[in-house]
């Protein structure tokens, strides 16, 4: 994963040093619905809901035809997990919030397929990286940071948006984290994060 995501930074930079004309940026910004997913082991029987937050992005697209193109940018993403556990003997029902600020650097392929004069589908997936900068946790007391999640992790993801005149565009698509994300040496479950999101963008 990690050879795959330099290879295609170098290959995009080349791309883009090549011929600026066919750069263009865009804006976007929306909310997500944030949550965790077991990618190995067997998760306690505790009722589990996601988070809702924010995400933030800017990247560039590079053409390579028409109906082709390249993005990659910077994306500010809120994550996390709510986490109910139950009563057990003298400990009270408890609510665990986890919630985590990360930027993630995607490398895209994308196709743009128009539809009407003024209006067009664009589709686009792939890897990304992503650092959290911040993990909180709160037990209902004070929160406190989450040492026990890993800053680091790499995942995939995908992407639909509607387009209008080329310039505006609604955007719906969904990230998932493909390492640990989460040490737990007493259980050796490990979790990835996921989330789905949708955001309103301006293409210049």
Not at 91 to 119: C, E, W, Y
């Amino acid at each position: 994963m990690k050879k795959l995501i330099l290879s295609a930074c170098v290959a995009l930079a080349g791309a883009f040093c090549l011929n600026a004309q066919n750069l263009s940026y865009r804006v976007e910004v929306g909310g997500n619905i944030a949550g965790k997913y077991v990618l190995k082991g067997k998760s306690p029987d505790y009722k589990y809901a996601p988070v809702y937050g924010a995400r933030v992005g800017l990247a560039l697209e590079y053409a390579l035809s028409p109906n082709m193109y390249l993005a990659s940018g910077l994306n500010y993403r809120m994550a996390g997990l709510k986490t109910t556990v139950p009563q057990m003997g003298k400990r009270p029902k408890m609510t665990i919030t986890d919630r985590d600020h990360n930027l993630s650097l995607p490398i895209n392929f994308g196709g743009r397929f128009q539809v009407a004069r003024d209006f067009a589908l664009s589709l686009e997936g792939g890897p990304f990286v992503a650092w959290t900068f911040s993990a909180k946790r709160d037990m209902g007391v004070k929160a406190f940071d989450n040492k026990d999640r890993k800053r680091l992790e790499f995942g995939a993801g995908i992407a639909l948006a509607a387009e209008y005149q080329n310039r505006y565009f609604l955007r719906i698509g969904t990230d998932y984290g493909l390492t640990n994300i989460k040490e737990d040496t007493r259980t050796k479950l490990e979790t990835g994060s996921n989330e789905v999101y949708l955001t309103f963008g301006v293409r210049f």
